[in-house]
Nanobody
Framework: QVQVVESGGGLVQAGGSLRLSCTAS????????MGWFRQAPGKEREFVGA????????YYADSVKGRFTISRDNAKNTVWLQMNSLRPEDTAVYYC?????????????????WGQGTQVTVSS
């Protein structure tokens, strides 16, 4: 069983930055891809970004490309989501998820284990 825990959310003004952290328990962390998703009030959960098991490949949603960066440190069982130039439309609960395989994927169904989410609120 893998436990995923996010942290680092909060309130920030538009144009500001936040860095979310995600730690995952278990020996398999270094061999699986990790993803970030978000869900705004009244909207469906959407893909934000993903990183492959070794950190070589990353994918981003068009809405965050160039502003958000995913990285990971397998020695620390941690993945980060650096969010810059934040906009009010980035306001959402952000979820970290561990996948079933090594390659970064955009589909939520590819991910087996999910964290409880962390709230990010961007004020205008």
């Amino acid at each position: 069983q893998v436990q995923v825990v996010e942290s680092g959310g909060g309130l920030v003004q538009a144009g500001g930055s936040l860095r979310l952290s995600c730690t995952a328990s278990g020996r398999t962390f270094s061999s699986v891809a990790m993803g970030w998703f978000r869900q705004a009030p009244g909207k469906e959960r959407e893909f934000v970004g993903a990183i492959s098991w070794g950190g070589v490949t990353t994918y981003y949603a068009d809405s965050v490309k160039g502003r958000f960066t995913i990285s990971r440190d397998n020695a620390k069982n941690t993945v980060w989501l650096q969010m810059n130039s934040l906009r009010p439309e980035d306001t959402a609960v952000y979820y970290c998820a561990a996948s079933r395989g090594r390659q970064a994927q955009r589909l939520a169904s590819y991910y087996n284990y999910w964290g409880q989410g962390t709230q990010v609120t961007v004020s205008s």
